[in-house]
């Protein structure tokens, strides 16, 4: 057993005798300098990297990597990937999210399936189910983002942020073309690009309206000799 070896199952035995569970040992990776708090669960996969600190009670796993994060107790992380960002009790992140550095979740949040944050502020119980891309981002507490939500944060010279108040609802296919501010409360229609101020309480929808052309798909085959 080389000396690599032999200090990482030395970290494995410290934090099993402190309390921390783990499914198979042998499967968990863990630094030096990490922590984790009593009735932690860690699951097969996970690898726990710098200054790490976990709390109590946590779901940690399987196939999680965290490095330079905080997590407080209580916390689900599935199948993710967590950078220099804080976590607060009893969150629920995963599967496949992606936490870039200089992340807070806030508590009890919600951030699902294929999504990625990036130097972003959320606040206390807002959810984010999957495919979503919220970057520069200041986000209020208990909103809710749909499916395909994008912050245009970047373009091509400049990035700049993102700022919405807490109790907005946020549409599926919504883009926000930073610097843009939405106030609490306001609803954003599904398949809307925001590119200005949207007052508190208020509804912004910006989408072409839908004509219907009855026919036309036949005859389009008809044209292409696709009957």
Known sequence: MNDQTASLQAKREELLQAGVRMMDPTAVYVDEGVTVGAGTLLLPGTILRGRTAIGTNCQIGPQ???TDCTVEEGCSINA???????IEKNCQIGPYTHIRPHCLVGEGSKIGAFVQLKNCNLGKG???????YVG???VGADCNFGCGTITCNYDGFHKYRTTIGSHVFVGCNTNFVAPVTV????????GTTVTGHVP?????VGRVRQEVKPGWAA??????GNL
Do not use: P, W, Y
């Open 64 to 66: 999680v990597m965290l």
């Open 183 to 190: 106030e609490d409360g306001a609803f954003i229609a599904a």
């Open 80 to 86: 993710s990937q967590c950078e220099e960002s804080v």
């Open 200 to 204: 508190e309480d208020a509804m912004a």
């Open 136 to 138: 520069d981002s200041d």
């Open 126 to 132: 807002t959810k984010m189910a999957h495919l979503t």
């Open 219 to 224: 005859e389009n085959r008809k044209k292409k």
